[in-house]
């Protein structure tokens, strides 16, 4: 068992265990954060997790875990390791069941007062046209030719559909399609799941918030991002659905044997993996790339489908009803990217499992709107809690593969929350605080109560402190749907 005093402490938000820890680990294993948030890495076993990555074969540099650190499977969620192309390894347990787990903000021209006297049909219209809820099925229906299409091609597929613009394409992480997705790797029964469920949160901790600027801490980057106070925006959390999570399953299960075939040593059943060079790579890989191409494009549908909602419950009340897009952040993936590593470029496949990509100004995978300031970054809190705008930098991208938190991180599990608080008293909570909350699950409202979460101040101003990302905006919710 890891004690914290075995730990390094190399600056106020990091702290260090060497690999002489223990002989079997390739590199060291950081954490980032202050030292409260070091503290409660310890209350679960992502530590150990932590741990068991840096032991994995090509791993470079360091085995990370972000502020919004907490037990998951394999890695621990806000795991971030980068492993060799050329003889390293691909694990899904570095990955996640729901593959590209992301958020998408729009940004309105609307203040909060234009919204107010309307804002009680405007989340009813929302909750009716954003379905929501475990196994619930989305606003449209795919046939198989056009699920494949979905699978390789993303948000183009939702551009050819009229779901998208070529802006908001532009405004989305890899322009909303990773290249490399196979349909047919993708298992039938995956395809089955996510065949009905295009356009659908989903539950856990997928939301839909109405959301506005309440802060500014950096006005060149925010008017850049379009971002002004008392603005309203919206944030749309969720990732590949049913899809997603079968591809992760079937994948962990065909994987089974691969370690013992290619000779390599896991610490972990979690953590089974292949060369990401092998046949079975290679597949997950394209598997894996195709589950999140579904989740770009889910994401996008539902964009679509709030910008609908917007109008039609707007219309004549407010003249200028446009969302625009502001970003849209993966989580939950691993993805082939060029380094620095040692002072010598390297091709690596950085796993960012609760992690979002953070990627500094001038990077040429940026779109030319934001490659003079940096990619924007989305970090979500709880339902009761602000949500923060940040922007890569160039000293997050040198010691982190250019990786940052992708919210506050659970402090609870859900088991635990559901016996700690009710539904009821969740939601009578959040309306004192002038929140508005659809639900179609009171038990899942009790499983997301904020006390299950970590202060998302506290995880920000670590990520802030260590240098890897800079704060742009804040912001605060005036409704909430959850599924």
């Not at 070091?38 to 074969?57: I, T």
Request: proline letters at 5%; glycine letters at 10%; one cysteine or more.
């Amino acid at each position: 068992m890891v004690e914290k005093n075995q730990f390094e402490q190399l600056s106020d938000y990091v702290w260090e265990l060497p690999p002489h820890y223990d002989a079997r680990m390739r590199v060291p294993a950081r954490i980032y954060g202050n030292e409260q948030i070091f503290d409660m890495a310890f209350r679960d076993k992502s530590v150990e997790q932590l741990v068991n990555v840096a032991m994995l074969p090509g791993i470079v540099r360091y085995a990370m875990a972000m502020p919004d650190m907490h037990q998951g499977y394999g890695f621990p969620i806000g795991g971030v390791a980068a492993f060799r192309y050329s003889d390293g390894i691909v694990s899904p347990g570095g990955v996640g069941y729901d593959i590209n787990c992301g958020v998408r903000m729009l940004a309105s021209a609307m203040d909060y007062e234009d919204i107010e006297p309307y804002l009680e049909e405007l989340i009813a219209t929302l909750f009716k046209v954003c379905p929501s809820g475990v196994g619930e099925d989305g606003s449209v229906r795919l046939s198989d030719k056009e699920l494949d299409d979905v699978l390789e091609r993303g948000t183009e597929w939702a551009i050819s559909k009229g779901y998208a613009t070529r802006a908001d394409a532009e405004r989305t992480e890899s322009y909303g399609r990773i290249a490399g997705a196979r349909a047919d790797v993708v298992p039938k029964r995956a395809k089955e799941r996510g065949r009905p469920q295009m356009g659908s949160l989903g539950s856990g901790n997928h939301f839909l918030e109405i959301d506005v600027v309440d802060e500014i801490y950096n006005a060149d980057v925010a008017t850049a991002f379009g971002l002004r106070p008392g603005q309203v925006v919206v944030q749309i959390h969720c990732g590949s659905r049913g899809l997603g999570h079968e591809v992760c399953e079937q994948a962990i299960r065909a994987l089974q044997d691969a370690p013992r075939r290619y000779g390599i040593t896991i610490p972990d059943r979690e953590l089974v993996a292949a060369p990401v060079q092998s046949a079975e790579g290679q597949e997950y890989m394209a598997g894996m790339a195709a589950a999140a191409n579904y989740a770009f494009a889910n994401r996008q549908v539902l964009a679509h489908f709030v910008r609908q909602a917007f109008d039609r419950v707007l219309a004549s009340k407010v003249t200028d009803r446009d969302l625009h897009q502001v970003y849209d952040v993966a989580h939950n993936i691993a993805k082939v990217e060029e380094h620095a590593v040692d002072g010598k470029p390297m091709k690596v496949v950085v796993h960012r499992k609760g992690a979002t990509r953070s990627f500094p100004p001038g990077h040429p995978d940026l779109p030319a709107v934001y490659r003079e300031v940096g990619q924007p970054v989305l970090v979500p809190g709880s339902m009761g809690t602000a949500s923060y705008v940040l922007v890569g930098t160039a000293d997050g991208f040198g010691e982190t593969f250019g990786s940052t938190c992708h919210g506050a991180g659970r402090t609870m599990s859900r088991n635990a929350a559901i016996r700690a608080t009710r539904g009821e008293q969740v939601r009578a909570d959040l309306n004192r605080q002038g929140i508005v909350v659809r639900t179609g699950s009171l038990r899942g409202l009790a499983e997301e109560a904020p006390m299950a979460y970590k202060e998302v101040d506290q995880v920000v101003e670590s990520v802030a402190g260590a240098g890897l990302a800079g704060k742009v905006a804040r912001v605060h919710p005036v409704a909430v749907i959850k599924g």
